[in-house]
Nanobody, 119 residues
Framework: QGELVESGGGVVQPGGSLRLSCAASESIFSRSTMGWFRQAPGTTRDLVATITTSGTTKYADDMRGRFTISRDNAKNTVYLQMNSLNADDTAVYYC?????????????WGQGTQVTVSS
């Protein structure tokens, strides 16, 4: 397993919901802004949402209102709740930990989890 362990992807019908999870070690999680990106075939990897260590969230415009990012600091896990899914949401979803300390900066990526929206 890598430093970030993702789960929760799968196949869902249009209009359905999924929740993605990404677990990290405490040493990473406590010092990182966590986020989700996604990449569909033939496209770039694009931002979905981020959440800082203090809980401040940021969303891509077309996800706001449908997706919710949250973090459980006791479980060192970040979640992405996705509602009202449509075919355009089909992609590989990647978790990222943007680890920052006064001495260094490092971005850590998960292995990706496939989300397919299809009837």
């Amino acid at each position: 397993q890598g430093e970030l362990v993702e789960s929760g992807g799968g196949v869902v019908q249009p209009g359905g919901s999924l929740r993605l999870s990404c677990a990290a070690s405490e040493s990473i999680f406590s010092r990182s802004t966590m986020g989700w990106f996604r990449q569909a075939p033939g496209t770039t990897r694009d931002l979905v949402a981020t959440i800082t260590t203090s809980g401040t969230t940021k969303y891509a415009d077309d996800m706001r209102g449908r997706f919710t990012i949250s973090r459980d600091n006791a479980k060192n896990t970040v979640y992405l709740q996705m509602n009202s899914l449509n075919a355009d949401d089909t992609a590989v979803y990647y978790c990222i930990a943007a680890l920052r300390t006064p001495d260094f900066a490092r971005d850590i990526w998960g292995q990706g989890t496939q989300v397919t929206v299809s009837s």
